[in-house]
């Protein structure tokens, strides 16, 4: 038998802090390829600390829904998961190019395979650009369009910029959009000034964050004047200096984040059939009508 | 195809063959034996014996005794999880109650069992097997027309995220599990998956606890692992005694607060003087709101106790006293508008901020620091 496991920050102030993903794991459960699908939070239960006791399976491929690698995936969660043996080392990263590593926990009989963050893996730059695809409600959105990759910055995380570089530079290779920026909260480029980088007139902008809360649904907006209150909302398109500023809202509660999750237990070892194509194809919102077409 | 009744249970076919193909290796479950050897098969039970049966007969005897044969099955036969079927069993008193006895009492009304906030009523279904319904204790008896009926167990996680009042419940074993729902027509592995939603690893941590394996982490290498802004809780314990812990689970553990049975003590040599509680499922460490209140408390406990001099009448003494009860009581809010009588009430709140509190609020006029601070 093999499971799954999300583990995901959780928060004991905000309700809505779990939902993507419980929805991720709803659809991974759906894709049927695992015998065990769970979740586990530092913040709420089962804790990562009881989640592997819960489970039935020997297989456990464990998925951190954040978005970075840094001190909870290098730090917190192996050393509460009981992954005695975890030497950051064996993951070999630059920052972002963590992939997996098979360890027995303290607490178990189980081999869990410890995968790098859903955030850094290749397939987050296809979520971005879903994501700037739901939010524009157009499956080829580009042409014409700037994106702006947002994130906290390096204030508490070098890497934490890194993977928001590494994907904006990949999303730029692909030449589907006329302009793309990776821009900070906390550190220039800022997001304060998001029409200054952009020639285009249309701008699509995606935070990288796992789920919605203060930072994407109070500072982004407010700092980037789509509205002068938050909790009076905002238009999507925006208008600011001229432009107009699709604002995605967190990438994480993009439902194609599940093929990440996915992919990385795939890239670990799990048998994963043909889930990830059936993912991709199911988790589509813009075009949706269009991508059913032979189905 | 159903060959006998008994209290309106079947021994199915499925069932037989499992019990002949099982004879071999041995039968033993809740005083059914059976076994196989050179002189044929043996069933007995607890007040019979039947020795060198053929398969027939064996298959005869079995039909006549559906609930041991049914019961059987149910347990040894499902491929659960050790853990499940401990569980499973406790529920309904397997390991005290003969089989007959346990199985009128599922034909008759079902059995019912408690486990935090949750009744779980255990019924007979179809050939013997079980049938759970699952709700909160208050709502037990009421009909199930009048509540939100659900049988996917995952439905259960939108469920008790709020409490009655609409409030995020960040704690899932808080005593604030909501009402009006219940989980009909579940088997075993769906309760047990609803359990666990419900109430998460409880079931896992009771059983190691009967098994004698409970990895239990005092508060000590709890708050020795912490790192990051939690890493500032271990400065807390300056080998001046564990005070701190008792109020910290007095305030925190208490059955009024969460229903699980704290078993962590300060360490491994150093129980705590508060009562860890009566609940049937274990607490194993401090949990993560006892660490985040914990870092709080560490940081407002560095301070040092200053004398203030303060002008009170008794009475606002005592209710100073009252509002500070209520709220940790979590009674302020019931306290009815116009109960005056009351010193948490909130008219009398009020009076008493504006009589004693100047503009900046502070009570009496004392500020809170030195005038040259």
Not at chain 2, 34 to 44: D, K, L, P, Q
Request: proline fraction near 4%; glycine fraction near 8%.
């Amino acid at each position: 038998m093999q499971a799954l496991v999300i583990v995901a920050h959780g928060s004991h102030l905000n309700p809505d802090a779990s939902t993507p993903t419980y929805e991720h794991a709803d659809t991974v459960r759906a894709a049927g390829v695992f015998d065990e699908v769970r979740t586990a939070f530092w913040k709420e239960e089962p804790s990562f600390r009881e989640v592997l006791r819960t489970l039935e399976s020997e297989e456990v491929y464990v998925v951190p829904l954040f978005i970075s690698e840094g001190y909870f995936t290098e730090q917190v969660i192996p050393r509460e998961l009981r992954l005695d043996d975890w030497d950051v080392a064996e993951w070999d990263s630059d920052g972002t190019s963590a992939t997996h590593s098979t360890l027995e926990a303290g607490d178990v009989e189980k081999t869990v395979h410890y995968c790098g963050p859903v955030g850094t893996h290749d397939a987050m730059s296809d979520v971005i650009v879903r994501r700037a695809e739901t939010v524009t409600d157009d499956p080829d959105v580009g042409e014409g369009f700037g994106l702006a990759v947002v994130g906290h910055g390096t204030e508490r995380n070098e890497n934490s910029a890194k993977a928001i570089e590494y994907h904006a530079e990949r999303i730029g290779e692909m030449g589907r959009f006329d302009e793309v920026k990776a821009l900070f909260m906390d550190e220039d480029p800022e997001i304060d000034d998001v029409t200054d980088f952009f020639e285009s007139d249309d701008i699509v902008v995606v935070p990288l964050f796992v789920a919605d809360g203060y930072h994407t649904q109070e500072d982004i907006p407010e700092d980037m004047g789509l509205t002068d209150d938050y909790r009076t909302g905002w238009e999507t398109p925006a208008e600011v200096d001229g432009h107009r500023i699709w604002y995605a809202g967190a990438v994480g509660t993009e439902a194609l984040t599940a093929d990440v999750i996915i992919e990385r237990a795939a890239d670990a070892g799990a048998d994963v059939g043909n889930a990830i194509e059936e993912i991709r194809r199911r988790t589509r919102v813009a075009g949706a009508d269009g991508a059913s077409v032979g189905d | 195809m159903p060959t006998a009744r008994a209290w309106g249970t079947d021994v199915n076919d499925t069932q037989l063959d499992a019990l002949v193909a099982a004879a071999a290796e041995g039968v033993d479950c809740d005083g059914l034996q059976v076994a196989e050897s050179e002189a044929g098969y043996t069933f007995a039970l607890p007040e019979e014996t039947h020795e060198g049966l053929d398969e027939s007969e064996l298959r005869e005897r079995a039909t006549e005794n559906p609930w041991f044969v049914s019961n059987w099955h149910y347990w040894t036969e499902r491929g659960r999880p050790d853990a499940e079927t401990a569980y499973l069993r406790w529920l309904e008193g397997a390991d005290d109650r003969p089989v007959p006895e346990r199985y009128e009492a599922l034909a008759d009304g079902g059995i019912e069992a408690s486990w935090g906030e949750l009744a779980i009523e255990i019924g007979l279904g179809d050939d013997g097997d079980r049938t759970y319904t699952l709700c909160h204790e208050d709502d037990a008896n009421a009909d199930t027309a009048a509540l939100d009926v659900h049988t996917d167990p995952l439905e259960a996680r939108e469920l008790v995220k709020h409490d009655d009042r609409g409030r995020y419940r960040p704690l899932k074993t808080a005593p604030t599990l909501p009402t009006g729902w219940a989980f009909l027509d579940l088997d075993g592995r769906a309760l047990a998956r609803t359990v666990d939603i419900v109430y998460p690893a409880t079931v896992a941590n009771w059983h190691l606890e009967r098994q004698g394996d409970l990895d239990i982490s005092n508060w000590t290498e709890t708050m020795e692992r912490q790192t990051g802004i939690y890493g500032v809780i271990e400065t807390w314990d300056r080998g001046e005694g564990h005070e701190h812990v008792n109020w910290v689970a007095e305030a925190c553990c208490a059955d009024s607060q969460c229903l699980k049975r704290r078993e962590w003590e300060y360490d491994d040599d150093t129980d705590l003087d508060v009562d860890g509680g009566d609940g049937a499922f274990p607490c194993r460490e401090p949990c993560s709101l006892v660490i985040a209140a914990a870092r709080q408390w560490t940081k407002l406990e560095g301070e040092q106790p200053k004398t203030y001099e303060f002008e009170l009448t008794p009475s606002e003494k005592e209710q100073i006293e009252d509002i500070i009860d209520a709220v940790a009581d979590g009674e302020a809010d019931d306290i009815r508008e116009a109960d005056v009588y009351e010193g948490a009430n909130r008219y009398r709140t009020r009076f008493l901020r504006a009589k004693r509190f100047d503009e900046e609020g502070n009570l009496c006029g004392v500020p809170t620091d030195d005038e040259e601070n």
